[in-house]
């Protein structure tokens, strides 16, 4: 009861539904951008044979270490149970134990900043140029997006689905002594090694996806992603802006569900 005693308190807190309304216009503004970058990609330019030079990409070392894994089956279990969640999983954990778990404002506006820096960053560079992920190129068993709104073949370097873990790390990091933390923490330690070992993503990716990260969390630091009018307007208001997002969210996906599901 207690939990649901706390839920009705936040659900009558300005300042919890600012942030919930940012969070969810935020991952509807990502899903958007994924749509319309069906019209971008022709334009963006295919570095993936640059990139193959590289050390730790030929097909020789990619293909013997996804194969290791898969032969062992608990361990590729365990990872591809961590890929699947990684992304917007490890969102929503984050979102949830910072705003509902600590009631942590302050780190829920570093966290929402980061993240539209992250999608801003990541979508400006896929738009430019792109590469494609191991399993792509080496034809191995993987993730193929062909079918999904959700997602691009052409979102891989850097690797958002790392950007994301790192930015969860760093900002979940100053209540590693807690129980909660220490399941994010954990989550976003393994999700690297789940994308790269798996063939989901080169280890460049991951790289890029981290410093990014740690790029982003400095420059964001102690600021805040909730707008000045935002914050002047009245509870009814945020409120019905909520309820607005969150109809937006449900006809979006629903409306994804119906045409690619």
């Known amino acids: 009861m207690r939990g649901l005693d706390k839920a009705q308190r936040l659900v009558n807190d300005k300042r919890f539904l600012e942030r919930i309304t940012v969070f969810i216009l935020l991952y509807i503004g990502w899903t958007l951008f994924t749509l319309v970058y069906n019209f971008i990609k022709p334009y963006s330019r295919n570095l993936t044979s640059e990139f193959l030079k590289l050390p730790l990409m030929s097909r020789s070392f990619t293909v013997g270490m996804v194969s290791m894994i898969e032969g062992i089956k608990p361990l590729y279990y365990f990872l591809s149970g961590i890929y699947f969640l990684g992304f917007?999983?490890?969102?929503?954990?984050?979102?949830?134990?910072?705003?509902?778990?600590?009631?942590?404002?302050?780190?829920?506006?570093?966290?929402?900043?980061?993240?539209?820096?992250?999608y801003v960053t990541c979508g400006l560079i896929y738009s430019v140029f792109h590469i494609y992920a191991p399993h792509i190129v080496y034809h191995l068993n993987g993730y193929y997006p062909d079918n999904s709104g959700l997602t691009q073949q052409e979102f891989v370097f850097p690797s958002l689905h790392n950007t994301i873990a790192a930015i969860n790390l760093i900002t979940v990091w100053k209540y590693r002594d807690r129980i909660g933390g220490k399941v994010i923490i954990a989550l976003s330690t393994l999700i690297p090694f789940a994308t790269v070992l798996l063939g989901q993503h080169w280890v460049y990716d991951a790289?890029?996806?981290m410093g990014l990260a740690a790029l982003l969390s400095k420059i964001t630091e102690g600021k805040t992603i909730?707008?000045?009018?935002?914050?002047?307007?009245?509870?009814?208001?945020?409120?019905?802006?909520?309820?607005?997002?969150?109809?937006?969210?449900?006809?979006?996906?629903?409306?994804?569900?119906?045409?690619?599901?």
């Open 88 to 118: 917007t999983g490890s969102i929503g954990l984050a979102v949830f134990y910072l705003l509902f778990v600590r009631e942590d404002y302050q780190a829920s506006d570093e966290l929402a900043l980061r993240y539209l820096l992250a």
């Open 207 to 209: 790289l890029a996806g």
């Open 226 to 261: 909730v707008p000045g009018f935002v914050r002047r307007m009245s509870y009814e208001g945020v409120r019905r802006m909520t309820v607005l997002s969150g109809a937006l969210a449900a006809l979006l996906f629903s409306a994804i569900f119906l045409v690619y599901g």
